[in-house]
């Protein structure tokens, strides 16, 4: 089971960075499933952060980078694996 949580704001390929815009909550440790057109990626949250600084959660209408393992794209929807 899934839950909505968020969506892709942006991506930095170099970094491998995702920015998300949240609607639900999400915290270190959570696993997640990142879906879009071409994207289909499922991990666990090692990394958060807000303008440079780590954290460990986060809640709605925050936006967050996020190190991802793979490539992700703007509008691909942020899921939260229950």
Known sequence: M???IGTVTHYYSRLSVAVLN???EIH???EIHIKGHITDLVMHVASLEIEHGKIESAGPGMDVALKVDDSVREGD???KVM
């Open 77 to 79: 929807k942020l899921y």
């Open 2 to 4: 899934e839950k909505h």
């Open 22 to 24: 949240l609607i639900d």
């Open 28 to 30: 270190l440790g959570d």
